[in-house]
Protein backbone atom coordinates (compact mmCIF):
# COMPACT_ATOMS: atom_id res chain seq x y z
CA UNK A 1 0.00 0.00 0.00
CA UNK A 2 2.74 2.52 0.63
CA UNK A 3 4.47 1.54 -2.57
CA UNK A 4 1.59 2.20 -4.56
CA UNK A 5 0.75 5.73 -2.68
CA UNK A 6 4.49 6.93 -3.28
CA UNK A 7 4.55 6.08 -7.32
CA UNK A 8 0.73 7.72 -6.97
CA UNK A 9 2.01 10.77 -5.13
CA UNK A 10 4.35 11.63 -8.17
CA UNK A 11 1.68 12.35 -10.25
CA UNK A 12 0.73 16.15 -10.51
CA UNK A 13 -3.32 16.65 -10.01
CA UNK A 14 -3.53 13.82 -7.59
CA UNK A 15 -4.39 16.00 -5.01
CA UNK A 16 -6.96 17.33 -6.53
CA UNK A 17 -8.52 14.06 -7.28
CA UNK A 18 -7.80 12.63 -3.62
CA UNK A 19 -5.06 10.65 -3.19
CA UNK A 20 -7.19 7.30 -1.99
CA UNK A 21 -9.65 7.53 -4.72
CA UNK A 22 -6.54 6.91 -6.84
CA UNK A 23 -5.14 3.72 -4.87
CA UNK A 24 -8.40 1.95 -4.50
CA UNK A 25 -9.34 2.19 -7.56
CA UNK A 26 -6.22 0.87 -9.17
CA UNK A 27 -6.29 -1.89 -6.41
CA UNK A 28 -10.10 -2.76 -7.43
CA UNK A 29 -9.08 -2.95 -11.12
CA UNK A 30 -5.68 -5.06 -10.54
CA UNK A 31 -7.03 -7.31 -7.93
CA UNK A 32 -11.01 -7.64 -9.36
CA UNK A 33 -9.93 -7.64 -12.44
CA UNK A 34 -8.27 -11.03 -11.42
CA UNK A 35 -10.60 -12.49 -8.77
CA UNK A 36 -13.85 -12.13 -10.85
CA UNK A 37 -12.83 -13.79 -14.47
CA UNK A 38 -10.87 -16.39 -11.97
CA UNK A 39 -13.28 -17.42 -9.98
CA UNK A 40 -16.14 -17.20 -13.02
CA UNK A 41 -13.88 -19.51 -15.15
CA UNK A 42 -13.54 -22.18 -12.24
CA UNK A 43 -17.45 -21.80 -11.94
CA UNK A 44 -18.14 -22.18 -15.41
CA UNK A 45 -15.86 -25.26 -15.48
CA UNK A 46 -17.39 -27.12 -12.62
CA UNK A 47 -20.81 -26.97 -13.61
CA UNK A 48 -19.95 -28.21 -17.32
CA UNK A 49 -21.72 -24.72 -18.84
CA UNK A 50 -20.94 -24.18 -22.25
CA UNK A 51 -20.45 -20.89 -22.68
CA UNK A 52 -17.75 -18.32 -24.66
CA UNK A 53 -15.56 -16.89 -21.84
CA UNK A 54 -12.87 -14.78 -21.93
CA UNK A 55 -10.79 -12.73 -19.83
CA UNK A 56 -8.39 -9.95 -21.28
CA UNK A 57 -6.42 -8.88 -18.62
CA UNK A 58 -4.99 -6.06 -20.77
CA UNK A 59 -7.69 -3.99 -20.68
CA UNK A 60 -7.24 -3.78 -17.02
CA UNK A 61 -4.20 -2.82 -17.92
CA UNK A 62 -5.57 -0.31 -20.05
CA UNK A 63 -7.95 1.15 -17.58
CA UNK A 64 -5.03 1.58 -15.66
CA UNK A 65 -3.24 3.70 -17.86
CA UNK A 66 -6.44 6.12 -18.70
CA UNK A 67 -6.50 7.08 -14.84
CA UNK A 68 -2.78 7.35 -14.14
CA UNK A 69 -2.69 9.70 -17.53
CA UNK A 70 -6.18 11.69 -16.40
CA UNK A 71 -4.43 12.09 -13.11
CA UNK A 72 -1.16 13.43 -14.86
CA UNK A 73 -3.54 15.87 -17.24
CA UNK A 74 -5.92 17.09 -14.29
CA UNK A 75 -4.35 20.10 -14.24
CA UNK A 76 -3.57 21.25 -17.97
CA UNK A 77 -7.01 20.07 -18.94
CA UNK A 78 -10.36 19.06 -17.08
CA UNK A 79 -12.23 17.92 -20.66
CA UNK A 80 -8.97 15.48 -21.42
CA UNK A 81 -9.21 14.10 -17.97
CA UNK A 82 -12.46 13.50 -17.76
CA UNK A 83 -12.84 12.01 -21.37
CA UNK A 84 -9.74 9.73 -20.52
CA UNK A 85 -11.55 8.52 -16.82
CA UNK A 86 -14.94 7.67 -19.22
CA UNK A 87 -12.72 5.94 -21.48
CA UNK A 88 -11.13 4.01 -18.53
CA UNK A 89 -14.55 2.96 -17.88
CA UNK A 90 -15.61 1.87 -21.08
CA UNK A 91 -12.88 -0.30 -21.44
CA UNK A 92 -13.68 -2.03 -18.24
CA UNK A 93 -17.12 -2.66 -19.20
CA UNK A 94 -15.76 -4.29 -22.55
CA UNK A 95 -13.81 -6.56 -20.42
CA UNK A 96 -16.67 -6.97 -18.80
CA UNK A 97 -18.36 -8.14 -21.84
CA UNK A 98 -17.32 -11.63 -22.07
CA UNK A 99 -17.03 -12.28 -18.62
CA UNK A 100 -20.95 -14.43 -18.64
CA UNK A 101 -21.86 -11.76 -15.93
CA UNK A 102 -25.88 -13.08 -16.85
CA UNK A 103 -24.98 -16.56 -16.32
CA UNK A 104 -23.27 -15.55 -12.81
CA UNK A 105 -27.33 -14.73 -11.53
CA UNK A 106 -27.51 -18.52 -10.78
CA UNK A 107 -24.53 -18.50 -8.20
CA UNK A 108 -25.50 -15.63 -6.30
CA UNK A 109 -21.97 -15.84 -4.09
CA UNK A 110 -20.08 -15.18 -7.38
CA UNK A 111 -22.75 -12.27 -8.70
CA UNK A 112 -22.15 -9.94 -6.28
CA UNK A 113 -18.64 -10.21 -7.06
CA UNK A 114 -20.21 -9.00 -10.92
CA UNK A 115 -21.93 -6.51 -9.45
CA UNK A 116 -19.40 -4.71 -7.05
CA UNK A 117 -16.80 -4.44 -10.20
CA UNK A 118 -19.60 -3.29 -12.10
CA UNK A 119 -19.46 0.10 -9.99
CA UNK A 120 -15.94 0.18 -10.90
CA UNK A 121 -16.64 1.31 -14.59
CA UNK A 122 -20.15 3.45 -14.11
CA UNK A 123 -17.93 5.38 -11.02
CA UNK A 124 -15.09 5.98 -13.64
CA UNK A 125 -17.52 7.09 -16.17
CA UNK A 126 -19.64 9.41 -13.88
CA UNK A 127 -16.49 11.02 -12.38
CA UNK A 128 -15.49 11.59 -15.89
CA UNK A 129 -18.95 13.30 -16.48
CA UNK A 130 -18.46 15.34 -13.37
CA UNK A 131 -15.23 16.78 -14.48
CA UNK A 132 -16.75 17.58 -17.99
CA UNK A 133 -20.09 18.87 -17.57
CA UNK A 134 -20.21 19.33 -13.41
CA UNK A 135 -23.24 21.66 -13.28
CA UNK A 136 -25.35 18.73 -14.59
CA UNK A 137 -23.59 15.68 -12.99
CA UNK A 138 -22.28 17.25 -9.54
CA UNK A 139 -18.52 15.70 -7.88
CA UNK A 140 -20.04 14.72 -4.65
CA UNK A 141 -22.49 12.02 -6.15
CA UNK A 142 -19.53 10.93 -8.47
CA UNK A 143 -17.22 10.23 -5.08
CA UNK A 144 -20.34 8.35 -3.79
CA UNK A 145 -20.05 6.35 -6.92
CA UNK A 146 -16.93 5.37 -6.13
CA UNK A 147 -16.60 5.15 -2.41
CA UNK A 148 -20.10 3.70 -1.19
CA UNK A 149 -20.46 1.73 -4.73
CA UNK A 150 -16.78 0.67 -5.84
CA UNK A 151 -14.97 0.68 -2.85
CA UNK A 152 -18.12 -0.22 -0.54
CA UNK A 153 -19.66 -3.36 -2.65
CA UNK A 154 -16.78 -4.67 -3.64
CA UNK A 155 -15.57 -5.17 0.18
CA UNK A 156 -18.28 -6.48 1.29
CA UNK A 157 -18.62 -9.06 -1.51
CA UNK A 158 -15.14 -10.60 -0.63
CA UNK A 159 -16.32 -10.12 3.37
CA UNK A 160 -19.79 -12.15 2.68
CA UNK A 161 -17.64 -14.82 0.39
CA UNK A 162 -15.72 -15.88 3.59
CA UNK A 163 -19.01 -15.65 5.78
CA UNK A 164 -20.44 -18.01 3.72
CA UNK A 165 -21.74 -21.87 4.21
CA UNK A 166 -19.56 -24.48 2.40
CA UNK A 167 -21.81 -26.66 0.52
CA UNK A 168 -19.29 -29.48 -1.74
CA UNK A 169 -18.02 -27.07 -4.00
CA UNK A 170 -20.39 -24.45 -3.67
CA UNK A 171 -20.50 -21.24 -1.42
CA UNK A 172 -23.87 -20.62 -0.09
CA UNK A 173 -25.19 -17.04 0.09
CA UNK A 174 -27.74 -17.04 2.66
CA UNK A 175 -30.60 -14.34 2.90
CA UNK A 176 -29.39 -12.34 5.50
CA UNK A 177 -26.13 -11.97 3.66
CA UNK A 178 -28.11 -11.43 -0.24
CA UNK A 179 -30.35 -8.48 1.90
CA UNK A 180 -27.07 -7.06 3.33
CA UNK A 181 -25.39 -6.76 0.02
CA UNK A 182 -28.69 -5.55 -1.31
CA UNK A 183 -29.07 -2.81 0.82
CA UNK A 184 -25.51 -1.55 0.24
CA UNK A 185 -26.43 -1.26 -3.40
CA UNK A 186 -29.51 0.40 -2.81
CA UNK A 187 -27.63 2.88 -0.79
CA UNK A 188 -24.79 3.70 -2.84
CA UNK A 189 -27.73 4.11 -5.75
CA UNK A 190 -29.97 6.75 -3.49
CA UNK A 191 -26.62 8.52 -2.77
CA UNK A 192 -25.53 8.54 -6.34
CA UNK A 193 -28.93 9.25 -8.15
CA UNK A 194 -31.39 10.25 -4.98
CA UNK A 195 -31.17 14.10 -5.54
CA UNK A 196 -33.59 13.86 -8.23
CA UNK A 197 -36.10 11.67 -5.65
CA UNK A 198 -35.47 14.47 -2.87
CA UNK A 199 -38.88 16.36 -2.01
CA UNK A 200 -41.01 17.17 1.56
CA UNK A 201 -41.46 13.42 2.87
CA UNK A 202 -38.07 11.41 0.97
CA UNK A 203 -34.56 12.54 2.39
CA UNK A 204 -32.32 10.05 0.03
CA UNK A 205 -29.21 10.93 2.16
CA UNK A 206 -31.69 9.69 4.84
CA UNK A 207 -32.62 6.90 3.57
CA UNK A 208 -29.22 6.26 1.92
CA UNK A 209 -27.36 6.20 5.95
CA UNK A 210 -30.02 3.59 7.31
CA UNK A 211 -29.83 1.26 4.21
CA UNK A 212 -25.87 1.40 4.75
CA UNK A 213 -25.94 0.89 8.38
CA UNK A 214 -28.75 -1.75 8.27
CA UNK A 215 -26.90 -3.39 5.45
CA UNK A 216 -23.25 -4.04 7.81
CA UNK A 217 -25.87 -4.68 11.21
CA UNK A 218 -27.06 -7.61 8.81
CA UNK A 219 -23.53 -8.52 7.75
CA UNK A 220 -22.30 -8.41 11.56
CA UNK A 221 -24.92 -11.06 12.64
CA UNK A 222 -24.14 -13.20 9.65
CA UNK A 223 -20.06 -12.57 10.34
CA UNK A 224 -20.24 -13.42 14.31
CA UNK A 225 -22.20 -16.60 13.80
CA UNK A 226 -19.18 -17.63 10.89
CA UNK A 227 -16.83 -16.99 13.87
CA UNK A 228 -17.58 -19.50 15.48
CA UNK A 229 -17.24 -21.91 12.98
CA UNK A 230 -13.54 -23.68 11.65
CA UNK A 231 -12.13 -21.13 9.05
CA UNK A 232 -12.46 -22.50 6.01
CA UNK A 233 -10.03 -23.11 3.22
CA UNK A 234 -9.65 -21.25 0.96
CA UNK A 235 -11.28 -18.36 2.81
CA UNK A 236 -12.75 -16.43 -0.25
CA UNK A 237 -13.75 -19.58 -2.34
CA UNK A 238 -15.04 -23.24 -2.33
CA UNK A 239 -12.56 -25.96 -2.88
CA UNK A 240 -11.06 -27.16 -5.89
CA UNK A 241 -13.77 -28.61 -8.36
CA UNK A 242 -13.68 -31.99 -9.56
CA UNK A 243 -12.68 -32.16 -12.88
CA UNK A 244 -15.91 -31.88 -15.31
CA UNK A 245 -17.33 -31.10 -18.81
CA UNK A 246 -16.72 -26.97 -19.94
CA UNK A 247 -17.42 -25.26 -22.81
CA UNK A 248 -15.07 -24.56 -25.32
CA UNK A 249 -13.28 -21.63 -24.45
CA UNK A 250 -12.16 -23.00 -20.76
CA UNK A 251 -11.07 -26.60 -22.17
CA UNK A 252 -7.68 -25.84 -21.50
CA UNK A 253 -8.19 -24.73 -17.99
CA UNK A 254 -10.05 -27.72 -17.79
CA UNK A 255 -7.64 -29.78 -18.75
CA UNK A 256 -4.98 -28.33 -16.61
CA UNK A 257 -7.49 -29.23 -13.92
CA UNK A 258 -7.92 -32.99 -14.87
CA UNK A 259 -4.31 -33.17 -15.12
CA UNK A 260 -3.95 -32.08 -11.59
CA UNK A 261 -6.85 -34.45 -10.25
CA UNK A 262 -5.14 -37.38 -12.10
CA UNK A 263 -1.94 -36.71 -10.39
CA UNK A 264 -3.59 -36.56 -7.31
CA UNK A 265 -5.71 -39.43 -7.25
CA UNK A 266 -2.62 -41.91 -8.41
CA UNK A 267 -0.40 -40.33 -5.56
Not at 82 to 111: D, E
Not at 174 to 182: K, L, V
Not at 247 to 257: E, F
Request: hydrophobic share 55%.
Amino acid sequence: MLGISAVLSTFDGLNSMGAPWGIYSLLIIVIGGRAVPAFTRHWLVRTGTQTRFRDRPAFSYLAILGILAAICLRGASQNISGYLLMLSGAVLLLQMASWQSVKAVRYPALFILHIAFAWMPAALILNGLAVIVPAQFPSIAALHAMTMGAMGTMIAAFMMRSASVRDGERLILSRPTACAFSLLSVSALLRVFGDGMRDAYFEPVVAAAICWMAAWALFMMVFVQAMRRPVPRPVFSAPAAVCGKAGSDVRPYLQNTAGRCAVSSAN
